[in-house]
């Protein structure tokens, strides 16, 4: 078959087409210029066969031969779940050399949080509240999975989540919208480097767009019910900032909202990412969500569905082949508009071009034996997990001291090299985890005697016989460390619970543990909050990891025996039980607050009178507060804030607010903390949460040592879609709050004239 070298086509003619279907307002740079004159002449020699052809993500099938005559054809834009260079580099040359026009194909893969160095899966890289660890590690990602030819990730994951039954709570950064559009830009920088063209560059996917953590009752893949001023104000920043980073891909998410499922949403699709942001890179719906269409009862078939979802705005479909099979028909009877597949086409071109596939296709297969474990990726792994751990109790046991002699170690997650990395691991190796039992022998093993007896074999464990071998092995220890939590499997895609119990006879072996009278440090290893007040009840202390990857196990160790002091802060507030769900701190105040007084139902008098026990919004069991709350978590030290003023106390929308404050480390150690500065619009034209996260940054001061700090806050940062779904900065009283945590710290108040 004859085919066209696209790198040598002239740019004259894509040229003046490019600069007449430009926006005026838009000034390209030269670089922009080039690509979409190559987009444009490119997209002039395509045939409908092979337009359809880019828009056509499939998985691999393992088998180069089967796949060969597809790629050949040009009916393949990308390929999922390739991870050998030479495999990759067998299907490019297909595709560069026996495919009439040449276009490289776009290797796609998970690559979630790492891809062989496993990070903290990303709730926990949020934990840590610092955006360069989210950038590192997306950058070390990338580097190690453009090693063996994968050029687009998706990830970041961006959706609020505010209910921990759903399990892809594990794989966001939480319940907060400013703690998740930082993070997630970071991330977005981190894979996508300087420039795409970088070698080492991934194009990044913002996902699954979108409010697909509001599904409903926690269970994934289920209907959301979501306002567009709900959407506008909560579900849509963080894929905003993540578009303003730069992402080049976008993925609909699996959820219908208000009725309309996303991979067919023409108002988030095309009104808003579109219109509205000027997103300029390509959207692929989530695995067969077009298809799936017919069964939410939204399509009557897949010719249907795909009519919707390319109209809609989707400009690739990933596996379901619903866009190669349907659309010509779709065209030829008008129902779907050929400029709609041509934009679709130039957006994915667009995004190889700026990746640079054309003129660089293939992978040098040497790259990986470097990238792959690098030690400089394993040092930043760790630093990842020593920044995401929280501390949530201590009654001073920890940091463990030179007094402690021996140490007994139990629980099913002491050494879980596998679920330790936690959930979306294709790519991850168990024989590289560094455990909390490996680690700990080797960083003590000389000096304590350590013993291991973990009682549970995995976390969903139930024998109590095992319970009875750790106790009497733990009998005479000075300090025990309990290991618990989560398999990864207990959490991820599909992966909802409708309890936050610790599972199997976890809760068992604590208590029993804690009946020995030995000081029990429980450290929880898991894919999400759980309800646990009644373990840490029976724990001195209570160090949480949400899964923590590769390097957790040496991360836990220098946290336990103070070579590092734990800085992390809860990304998701942790209910009492299930019960309480949904909870979180940006919630709004209702007509019927708490006063305080209410009382709960061990105090009921009998024959109590129908209002005596207070009318406001709380649980007669479990009251109105969370186990622990948003933006929660201890040091080893203790930091005291104070002296909170602002510089003035009337501003007008377009200035900035300085709040100045003093923080000081009155304990004996140096130590970080996560300095939080939340704000309050007491009264706007639509109700507003009691609280919302504005600023927050990590603050390391050394024993003793008094820092004032002033945190800068641009007015306009308090606009909010009122009343008129208007994005405004509405006048009124404010307040603001710095502390360390989103329930303490008390109040200044302002106005915004
Ligand atoms: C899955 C997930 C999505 C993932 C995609 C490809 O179903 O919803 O997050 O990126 O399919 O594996």
New binding site residues.
């Given amino acids: 078959m004859k085919t066209f070298n696209v790198k040598h086509i002239s740019l004259s003619l894509g040229l003046m087409a490019m600069i007449a279907c430009t926006p005026k307002n838009v000034r390209l740079s030269s670089a922009d210029d080039v690509i979409e004159s190559r987009v444009e002449n490119l997209l002039k020699m395509m045939t409908l066969e092979e337009k359809l052809g880019q828009m056509n993500q499939i998985s691999s099938s393992g088998n180069i031969d089967e796949m060969r005559d597809l790629i050949a054809r040009g009916e393949v834009g990308s390929i ?1 779940n390739e991870t050998d260079p030479e495999r990759i580099n067998q299907l490019q040359k297909i595709a560069v050399e026996e495919s009439r026009l040449g276009i490289p194909i776009l290797m796609s893969r ?1 690559v979630i949080h790492g891809f062989k160095t496993i990070f903290p899966i990303p709730l926990g890289q949020a934990a840590s509240f610092d955006p360069e660890i989210a950038q590192e590690g997306a950058r070390i990602a990338a580097i190690e999975a453009t090693s063996v030819g994968i050029k687009w990730t ?1 990830s970041p ?1 961006v959706d609020i989540a505010r209910d921990p039954r759903w399990g892809r709570c594990a794989e966001g950064y939480g319940e907060d919208p400013y703690l998740t559009s930082v993070m997630g830009a970071a991330t977005v920088k981190g894979y996508q480097a300087d420039s795409l063209s970088d070698p080492t560059a991934m194009a990044a996917c913002a ?2 767009f979108v409010g697909y953590g509001a599904t409903e009752g926690g269970r994934d893949y289920n209907s959301t019910g979501i306002s567009e001023r709900q959407l506008r104000n909560v579900y849509l920043p963080p894929f905003k900032a993540a578009t303003e980073a730069g992402a080049a891909t976008f ?1 609909t998410s ?1 959820n219908d909202n208000d009725g309309v499922p996303s991979t067919a949403n023409k108002f988030i699709l095309d009104n808003v990412l579109r219109k509205e942001w000027n997103f300029d890179g390509f959207v692929v719906t ?2 067969e969500s077009a298809k799936e269409m017919i069964k939410h009862g939204f399509a009557a078939d897949e010719h249907e569905a795909a009519v919707k979802s390319a109209n809609a705005g989707v400009d690739m479909e ?1 596996v379901s082949y619903m866009f190669v099979k349907e659309l010509p028909s779709a065209i030829k009877q008008g129902e779907v508009d050929i400029k709609k597949i041509d934009n679709a086409v130039r957006n994915i071109l667009r995004v190889k071009y700026r990746l640079g596939l054309f003129e660089h296709p293939y992978t040098d297969t040497n790259l990986k034996d470097k990238a792959l474990y690098a030690d400089d990726h394993l040092k930043a792994a760790k630093k990842a997990a020593v920044e995401s751990a929280v501390l949530l109790k201590n009654n001073g046991i920890l940091p463990l001291g030179s007094n402690i002699k021996k140490v007994a170690i139990v629980g099913p997650m002491a050494d879980a090299s596998y679920d330790q990395l936690g959930t979306w691991i294709f790519d991850g190796e168990s024989e590289h985890t560094v455990t909390p039992l490996a680690a700990i022998r080797k960083m003590v093993g000389n000096n304590v005697n350590v013993t291991f007896e973990p009682g549970l074999t995995y976390s969903r464990d139930k024998n109590k016989d095992g319970v009875r071998r750790a106790v009497a092995a733990a009998k005479n220890a000075d300090v025990i460390l309990a290991f618990v939590g989560e398999e990864a499997i207990l959490s991820g ?1 599909a992966h909802c619970l409708a309890s936050l119990e610790l599972q199997g006879a976890q809760s068992e072996l604590i208590a029993e543990l804690s009946k020995t009278g030995k000081p029990v440090v429980t450290v929880v290893i898991a894919g999400r909050p759980l309800s646990i007040g009644k373990d840490a009840d029976n724990s001195a202390a209570l160090l949480y990891n949400f899964h923590p990857g590769t390097m957790g196990g040496e991360a836990i160790a220098e946290l336990l025996w103070g070579k590092a002091v734990p800085s992390g802060k809860l990304p998701m507030t942790f209910p009492k039980s299930v019960g309480q769900i949904p909870m979180y701190y940006a919630h709004n105040n209702t007509g019927r607050p708490v006063v305080g007084n209410e009382v709960l139902i061990d105090n009921i008098p009998l024959h109590a009178g129908q209002t005596s026990l207070g009318c406001t919004s709380f649980y007669l069991d479990e009251g109105w507060t969370p186990l622990y709350p948003f933006g929660f978590g201890l040091s080893y030290t203790k930091f005291e804030y104070s002296n909170l003023t602002l510089d003035k106390t009337t501003y007008n929308a377009n200035e900035t607010i300085k709040a100045n404050f003093t923080l000081a480390n009155t304990g004996n150690m140096e130590a970080t903390e996560v300095v939080q500065l939340y704000t309050h619009d007491i009264a706007a034209s639509v109700t507003r949460p009691v609280k919302e996260l504005k600023r927050f940054e990590r603050v390391t001061l050394k024993p003793g040592e008094k820092k004032d700090i002033t945190i800068e806050l641009p007015a306009q940062e308090l606009a909010f879609y009122n009343i008129d779904n208007q994005y405004v900065v509405e006048p009124g009283q404010f307040e603001l709050w710095v502390s360390g945590d989103s329930q303490s710290g008390t109040p200044v108040t302002f106005e915004v004239k």
Avoid: P, R
Wanted: a negative charge.
């Fill in positions: 999922l998970d998706f994951m996902k699954h993925m699996f989530d695995w990933m895609e």
